[in-house]
């Protein structure tokens, strides 16, 4: 039970440190118009952002539930 925890930790931090890189990418991308300094996301762009911070919730929970007594 434990290695799937520790598993599902790697896996969890694999995927969010490639959306990270993705969101970077997109954002090295924009539209360069100096005269709009804020902008909404919308679309696939704020899908990935909601994805960034679930997963990055879910990986600060993993990571203080493996650290635990329990599991060392």
């Not at 039970?1 to 959306?19: C, H, K, R, Y």
């Not at 118009?33 to 960034?52: A, M, P």
Request: aromatic letters at 10%; hydrophobic letters at 60%.
């Amino acid at each position: 039970m434990e290695i799937a925890f520790f598993i599902a930790q790697i896996i969890i931090s694999a995927v969010l440190i490639t959306i990270v890189v993705l969101q970077a990418r997109t954002a090295g991308m924009a539209n360069r118009d100096s005269s709009s300094i804020y902008r909404t996301r919308r679309g696939l762009e704020k899908t990935i952002y909601q994805v960034t911070i679930v997963l990055s919730v879910v990986f600060l929970l993993l990571a203080l539930f493996l650290s635990l007594p329990l599991f060392s």
